[in-house]
């Protein structure tokens, strides 16, 4: 599992620890990390040109240490400095006694640097670049140099994946003691490259709890449901989905599609393209009533191509088992039958649907997507699964369980249908009794991965492709 931690429990972490170490222990544990980072992605270092641009605070120091090592190293480094009166003294020290330079021509060494060094904001930034920073930040983007970031990107939000203004793009970010929510979500995700993790020694002073965590392969093969070697199809699970419409069948198919490769027993079909599913799948069990008459199952899927069929909404709801409501199905709910429902409930937005359930601009979603999981769930007291290029999975219990963050999202996926196999194989998860949180986020894990396997293939893909790969994700979980 790979966690993340908000600014202010790492500061407390942060804390707790320096009062253990000598003065700016720390600070050098996170500059060695830096500097043989940066080392790896030179290559070479003796004569290697480097910038390093240094802004008010701690961040600034750390690039400037690393920036002394790397002068040492017989690199040519030449600072910028964004806040001449307020740069960290020691490592200023340290940097122009290793040899290196601080120079008032920011575009001149930028124009031949090989790489920079963005120190100019770390956890203690707030809203985007400052105006006098956005020049040198797009002369360093500009540049041929590899960008790396001191712990964030600077000009994004550490807590939230939020960027309100400018930010400074980083091919790779180094970042010290653990993850910070702003690097594994959107959009900031984007501005941090490839994210390395520096250990400092801060772990020991974590909470338990984190804020956020991603899964890994290891976490869903210990999630996923096994067969043992008594289960008949009912000790399985039965998951029932209501979707499909005759306007829209194929919804339908590909969210049944889903639903028999989540590890269910058996899928129960209720609804109108009972004949488009059972061509495509002649194993599923179809139904043409109103799910309360359907025969028992262990969760509900109910929405995806569904039309306005409220009626089915309202019966799937007032059922005993766990339920996952998606596309139409959203549109159709009543926030007082979720929330009085004593089963758990996953809602399965994306932004749009997500903007429409709290009454927001579909942009105040995007911007500020943590947020707004968060609320969602609080809201609807349901688990929320809000879809998007970094899929989150929050809990109704607010802060005591940490958010899930997908890390396996693939621009692939945004595709016709793919969200109907989603959901169909999240509701077979929770059939197979995982909890909804666990179902959500092993279903978006592995829809991801599904569509990096079927894009091996050859891309562009179908929904119906990353359907039909979904074994072998799931194989390649469970067997490495
Ligand atoms: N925590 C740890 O365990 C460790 C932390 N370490 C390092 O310390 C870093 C945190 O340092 P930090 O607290 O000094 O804050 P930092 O990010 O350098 O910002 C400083 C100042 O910038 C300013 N400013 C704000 N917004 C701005 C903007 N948009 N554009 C421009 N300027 C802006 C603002 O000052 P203001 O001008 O508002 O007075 C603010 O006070 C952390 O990220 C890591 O690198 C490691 O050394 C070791 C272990
Ligand atoms: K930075």
Wanted: proline letters at 6%; aromatic letters at 4%; one cysteine or more.
């Amino acid at each position: 599992m790979r966690t993340a931690y908000s600014v202010e429990t790492v500061r407390n972490a942060e804390t707790e620890l320096m009062a253990r170490l000598p003065e700016g222990a720390l600070m050098q544990r996170a500059a060695a990390g830096l500097a043989a980072a940066c080392a790896d992605l030179l290559g070479r270092v003796y004569g290697a040109r480097v910038v390093v641009l240094v802004g008010s605070g701690d961040n600034g120091g750390d690039a400037l240490y690393a920036g002394a090592r790397l002068a040492r190293r017989g690199a040519g480094v030449s600072a910028v400095l964004l806040a001449p009166d307020r740069t960290h003294q020691g490592g200023l020290a340290a940097f122009t006694g290793a040899g290196g330079r601080v120079t008032d021509d920011p575009f001149e060494v930028l124009a031949v640097a090989d790489l920079v060094l963005d120190g100019i904001t770390g956890i203690g930034g707030k809203g985007g670049l400052r105006p006098d920073a956005v020049p040198v930040a797009r002369a360093a983007r500009g540049s041929d140099a590899v960008v790396v970031a001191v712990d964030l990107p600077s000009g994004v939000e550490a807590d939230s994946g939020e960027v309100r203004g400018e930010a400074l793009r980083a091919d790779a970010t180094v970042t010290f003691g653990t993850y910070k929510p702003g690097l594994l979500i959107d959009p900031a995700r984007e501005y941090a490259g490839t994210v390395r993790l520096v250990g400092i020694g801060l772990e020991a002073h974590l909470p338990s709890v984190p804020d956020l965590e991603a899964l890994q392969h290891a976490d869903v093969a210990r999630l996923l449901p096994e067969p043992a070697a008594e289960s008949d199809k009912y000790r399985r699970g039965v998951v029932g989905v209501v979707a499909g419409s005759a306007r829209y069948p194929g919804a339908a198919v590909l969210a049944v599609a889903g639903a028999l490769r989540g590890g269910a027993g058996a899928v129960r079909y209720v609804g109108h393209a009972a004949d488009a599913v059972i061509a495509r799948f002649p194993e599923t069990l179809v139904h043409a009533g109103p799910p309360a008459k359907a025969g028992r199952v262990q969760a509900w899927v109910v929405g995806p191509g569904l039309g306005d069929d409220e009626e089915a909404v309202r019966d799937v709801l007032a059922s005993d088992v766990p339920v996952l409501v998606d596309a139409d199905g959203l549109r159709l709910l009543d926030a007082a039958a979720v929330r009085d429902r004593d089963a758990p409930t996953l809602l399965t937005p994306h932004a749009g649907e997500a903007a429409a359930l709290l009454g927001v601009p579909r942009e105040e979603v995007e911007s500020s997507r943590l947020a707004s999981v968060r609320e969602l769930a609080a809201h609807y007291g349901a688990t929320a699964l809000l879809k998007g290029s970094t899929t989150l999975v929050a809990g109704p219990d607010g802060s005591r369980t940490p958010v899930r963050v997908n890390p396996m999202g693939t621009p692939w996926l945004a595709t016709a249908g793919s969200g109907d196999v989603l959901s169909g194989l999240a509701g077979s998860l929770l059939a197979a009794g995982l909890e909804p949180r666990d179902a959500g986020s092993v279903a978006a894990y592995l829809h991801g991965l599904a569509a990096r396997h079927a894009v091996a293939e050859g891309a562009p893909i179908t929904s119906y492709d990353v359907a039909s790969a979904l074994p072998s994700a799931w194989h390649d979980v469970t067997h490495t």
